[in-house]
T-cell receptor, first 114, second 114 residues
Framework: AQSVAQPEDQVNVAEGNPLTVKCTYSVSGNPYLFWYVQYPNRGLQFLLKYITGDNLVKGSYGFEAEFNKSQTSFHLKKPSALVSDSALYFCAVSLSGGYQKVTFGIGTKLQVIP | DGGITQSPKYLFRKEGQNVTLSCEQNLNHDAMYWYRQDPGQGLRLIYYSQIVNDFQKGDIAEGYSVSREKKESFPLTVTSAQKNPTAFYLC?????????????FGPGTRLTVL
């Protein structure tokens, strides 16, 4: 079985400060990892993914994430938060190889304070 | 949300009624998915289709039905057997069912049972 944990229900950060949204995963094999963002009453928007290669993945809107195999983590980061980054963020994992389901975390609400 | 449309945006159902949620994609994607989103529970997979004329049950298929008669369309019917249907429903697609491909989401339909 595979699972994703997002340990923080909500993260508050001041505008201009760096932000981190945490994600840890559990799979019985090599993972594929994804981050999505959701604004109120909207669908999920894809931010970035890790498949293989460089552990630091850069994505949309200045976001990046670092894959850490030993800590089974894939934390989302941004050097300088914007008020418009306030939204719900989802981490997701899939097992590598062939056709595999995607398992989503429960989401972390990011609040950027002006 | 571009490329995947869901209708209606809001839907109200009386108890005992079946309702059908529409999902259409113009991305020429082979695979399509239906998820249910409830507060604090993340996304849960209802049904998925890897290719036209084929579909499989996800984790919470009871009380739901789907069809995939056309590549671009994957409607979801919420039947009267679904005991707690009030939720936000999200449709997604990806180019192929392969795990490396990204899932892209529609804008969602919010279903409320009166």
């Amino acid at each position: 079985a595979q699972s994703v944990a997002q340990p923080e229900d909500q993260v508050n950060v001041a505008e201009g400060n760096p932000l981190t949204v945490k994600c840890t995963y559990s799979v019985s094999g090599n993972p594929y990892l994804f981050w999505y963002v959701q604004y109120p009453n909207r669908g999920l928007q894809f931010l970035l993914k890790y498949i293989t290669g460089d552990n630091l993945v850069k994505g949309s809107y200045g976001f990046e994430a670092e894959f850490n195999k030993s800590q089974t983590s894939f934390h989302l980061k941004k050097p300088s938060a914007l008020v418009s980054d306030s939204a719900l963020y989802f981490c997701a994992v899939s097992l590598s190889g062939g056709y595999q389901k995607v398992t989503f975390g429960i989401g972390t609400k990011l609040q950027v304070i002006p | 949300d571009g490329g995947i449309t869901q209708s209606p945006k809001y839907l109200f159902r009386k108890e005992g009624q079946n309702v059908t949620l529409s999902c259409e994609q113009n991305l020429n994607h082979d695979a399509m998915y239906w998820y249910r989103q409830d507060p604090g529970q993340g996304l849960r997979l209802i049904y998925y289709s890897q290719i036209v004329n084929d579909f499989q049950k996800g984790d919470i298929a009871e009380g739901y039905s789907v069809s995939r008669e056309k590549k671009e369309s994957f409607p979801l019917t919420v039947t009267s057997a679904q005991k707690n249907p009030t939720a936000f429903y999200l449709c997604a697609s990806r180019a192929t069912p392969t795990s490396t491909d990204t899932q892209y989401f529609g804008p969602g339909t919010r279903l409320t049972v009166l």
